[in-house]
């Protein structure tokens, strides 16, 4: 999904770093994150453009939070954000544990003219404490393996491409 000479945005979670590794052989990217996990992963590749939201460190974790970190997502328009969340649900929508970590991915969706949500199996049917977006906000669903058919019917009458393993 990520092409050579995107800008794109990671956020702060597991999962963008498994991401940052496997795009390491893309050409001219341009990547604004709040992880400092990514900032360390991708501080070798060449020809990359590398930006730091900056913010307030989140104690316990290498993530930047804040008023600080949201004001320079909100300043940068990308192809593409890519995030992850502690739950996807139905009714609720993508859900984080808190809204530290959500309100920054929230505006990484809002500046990407493609919005993209990576989340593993365990994260379908749980909804954590705070509201990341709606289904409305999200454009592709890539996951670990095939959704529950009521899963993919909800993606279908959402407009959401869903991309897992063995998808054709």
């Known amino acids: 999904l990520i092409e050579d000479g995107d800008h794109i945005t990671l956020d702060a979670s597991t999962t963008a770093i498994f991401i940052a590794k496997a795009i390491k052989q893309k050409q001219r990217l341009t990547v604004l994150t709040n992880s400092i996990e990514v900032i360390i992963e991708l501080s070798d590749v060449s020809d990359w453009n590398i930006i730091s939201s900056g913010g307030k460190l989140k104690e316990g974790y290498l993530a930047l939070v804040g008023t ?4 320079v997502f909100s300043s940068y ?6 995030i992850s ?6 009714d609720k929508g993508l859900t984080d544990s808190s ?8 505006i990484m969706l809002r500046s990407a003219q493609k919005k993209i949500v990576a989340v593993d199996q365990s994260k379908f049917d749980v909804v954590a404490f705070s509201k990341i977006a709606d289904f409305r906000n999200i454009d592709i669903v890539v996951t670990d393996a095939k959704p529950s058919e009521d899963w993919l019917d909800l993606f279908e009458e959402k407009g959401i491409k869903c991309l897992y393993p063995d998808h054709e």
């Open 77 to 82: 328009n990308v192809e593409k954000a890519i």
């Open 68 to 71: 600080n970190a949201i004001d």
């Open 85 to 90: 969340g502690k739950g996807i649900d139905m």
């Open 99 to 106: 809204e530290e970590f959500a309100k920054p991915k929230e």
